[in-house]
């Protein structure tokens, strides 16, 4: 029997699960709970036991299984150790050690954003590069970086933390990090509504922006149907988030960036408005840079957890 | 005999040159002119000729030298391929294969400011860290990235070209690469005399930066000897830098900045003006990087360049 391996993307929620070949082809996916009593505790005995029975029922033996990659909400460092993920209930957890005796079998843990990045890598919107940046536009702005095909964890697993780069000395209001101008509080989905706000109460022109509730979704649809005001927030965005990739491609050089989250479901008109921004800001050395949209989803998750173990 | 290497530092006017032991002990060092006539052919065949000679003067057989490493003013990506060196007059060169092939030895190039990363990793400033940013503060604003132990070399060498991120939206001149804001005219030795300048124009109070040419040098000496007029000046470059500093965290969350070149020469208290600002303006992962100087000088170069070949 050719040899399989398991991905596992963790969330507050549910717990993404991938049977994988070693060229990358999905076998098997389903999900189970994320059972967060007891401060997480369930959480890596339901993993190895969704894994042990994945295995039996599909007569798979210990030698065939490759090693299980694991993506958790949190920073892990280089050795597979989380030191918090509050969504799961966890402070410091050795992920590796703990679901290696759990199962024995090889594991590999990474912070979700960055195994979601190298996922897109391998199989997603930036096959054929082995230097990438990835931006997920949901709720917050999170980042994954890949160098010479390998994930960028850093010193304490904050590697990628891209969300949070400071760009905007006038911001009143604080982010969720506890600090201000960040990234995320103008690119992010929550981000875009906060522009869209703040222009519909400093102009008086028409907008069908005033025709319901405001989201990242209605102003792309109405940036599509040619609305000017909708169009002076996308620049706002744009110029943020172009600027503030600069700033990134300024310090890793990618060959590509690749943009995804909910934001990037309205297509490559979200890429038009970063790309404007971006090459006036960028150095020389970067500005041959590819933009691409992410095409895993919420996928991108268990296939870059398989990866972390190949 | 024991194994040894070569660290070959290329500048526009001198190419140094260091003799190393396995552990990094300088055994020999010395310089030869380069030569940038004939559009720079006659450099790689100049150190080819000063490594031979080296080995011929020390009998040093070939299979004792480990490899020869070099580091050059311009992009080289992981091939050790430059893509250009303008003070050389060099356009597209093969470093490692036109050196190897001239010297018959183990040959791997590396960007000048990434090599003497490496060399104040190995042996200065950042001794017993992984993930280090240096940053040299000298005409211009230079970088060098270390993640893992390796230097980051980008899609096409720009790794680490931090002095050119965007820091400032507001200014009317270009900096050296055609942009405007870079970090480089706010943080290098001539920002802050531009810093200065502008200030002394600015103001009427009393200050010593009145009493002759200004430099960075004389600006920190008047910090030090307490006058308001630096003080302020000092305020101002930190907080470019340290904000600077704090973006370039968020994307590699590094253990360590080492902070070299001409304008560290004031000593620890550059580093107190940016560790100032850069607490409030970094994500929590990164809040705890620590702040050293450069300890390596112009030696960082062969030092790092010896290290590219062990």
């Known amino acids: 029997m050719s040899k399989v391996c398991f991905g596992v993307d963790v969330g507050g929620t549910t717990i993404k699960m991938g049977l994988f070949d070693m060229e990358g082809t999905v076998l098997d996916k389903w999900e189970i709970p994320t059972r967060t009593v007891e401060k997480g505790s369930k959480i890596l005995p339901d993993i190895a036991e969704a894994v042990k029975h994945k295995m039996q029922e599909r007569s798979i033996e210990k030698e065939n299984v490759e090693g299980v990659g694991v993506g958790v909400p949190g920073p892990v460092d280089a050795d597979g150790v989380v030191h918090v993920a509050v969504n799961l209930g ?35 919107g930036g096959v054929g590069h082995k230097n990438l940046v990835a931006v997920t536009l949901g709720t917050g702005v999170g980042g994954g970086i890949i160098v010479n095909g390998q994930i960028l964890t850093g010193a304490t697993g904050a590697g990628g933390e891209i969300g ?8 009143a209001d604080c982010c969720n990090c506890g600090n201000k101008g960040c990234l995320e509080q103008y690119a992010s989905a929550t981000g875009i509504v906060k522009l869209a706000n703040k222009k519909l109460a400093a102009t008086t022109e028409t907008t069908v922006l005033r025709d319901g509730e405001v989201s990242a979704k209605t102003v792309f649809d109405a940036v599509k149907a040619g609305d000017k005001v909708a169009m002076e927030i996308a620049e706002q965005f744009g110029e943020y988030l172009g600027k ?22 309205a297509g490559t008109i979200v890429l038009d408005y970063i790309k404007k921004y971006y090459t006036p800001y960028v150095f020389q050395g970067s500005r041959d840079a590819i933009f691409a949209l992410a095409t895993l989803g919420n996928d991108a998750g268990i ?5 972390l173990v190949l």
Do not use: C
């Open 244 to 265: 503030g990739l600069a700033s990134i491609a300024g310090v890793v050089n990618p060959e590509i960036f690749v943009i995804g989250g909910g934001v990037s479901k």
């Open 90 to 124: 966890w402070g410091v957890l050795d992920i590796k050690k703990t679901l290696e005796d759990l199962t024995g079998l090889h594991v590999e843990a990474g912070n979700d954003a960055n195994v979601a990045a190298l996922g897109e890598m391998w199989k997603g």
């Open 303 to 307: 296939y870059g957890a398989a990866k």
């Open 164 to 171: 949070h780069i400071h760009v905007e000395d006038t911001e």
